[in-house]
């Protein structure tokens, strides 16, 4: 059943060889629809008045394996068009909790963030091991063994972020250099 008339056209049983349909013996109309819940939210105009009629939610989900801010910026191409060119005035797409500033700053963090732990590795192996080009070559084992697995991560399809990344912890990656190194010296 696609619309009204396909309900309407429903045999319901054939008497003396005549078709009795639902159409013969009801008024087949669309009627409103049951509202499952409701969502307010509160807008506050320029000059002060605070409208909270209800609104429209969507929900937009990324899918698995695709990339975040590819998704992001054509989503937030879309949505200027169809505030600018589709919907009629008075009503527009208004971004209620936007992921792209989320990932932006998760984007920026993890170099601080690794800089931070290559060098407080540094001065803590420094200050263990007394010798300040032992500590730099170990701690310079971190970047590497990120890029070493950010591109298996790429070679077997994994996005690299920051769950997969953590799974490389700082504490193994010198610790397993350590005892290569002092097994060595």
Do not use: W
């Amino acid at each position: 059943m696609q619309n009204v008339d396909d309900i309407g056209a429903t045999l319901l049983k054939a008497q003396a060889g005549t078709p009795v349909r639902v159409r013969y013996v009801a008024t087949v109309t669309e009627g409103p629809r049951i509202r499952l819940g409701k969502l307010g939210k509160a807008i506050h105009r320029e000059d002060g008045q605070v409208i909270d009629d209800d609104v429209v939610e969507g929900i937009v989900l990324l899918r698995k394996n695709a990339e975040a801010d590819s998704v992001l910026d054509a989503l937030h191409e879309k949505v200027r068009y169809l505030n600018k060119y589709i919907l009629p005035p008075g009503v527009k797409l208004v971004p209620y909790l936007d992921r792209s500033d989320l990932v932006r700053y998760t984007t920026h963090t993890v170099p601080r963030n690794l800089g931070a732990g290559i060098a407080l590795v540094a001065i803590v192996l420094f200050v263990f091991l007394g010798n300040l080009r032992s500590a730099l070559i170990v701690a310079l084992t971190i970047p590497f063994s990120l890029l070493f697995a950010s591109i298996l991560l790429d070679l077997r399809h994994i996005p690299a972020n920051l769950l997969s990344l953590s799974a490389l912890d700082f504490g193994m990656v010198v610790d397993g250099r350590l005892t290569r190194s002092s097994g060595v010296s």
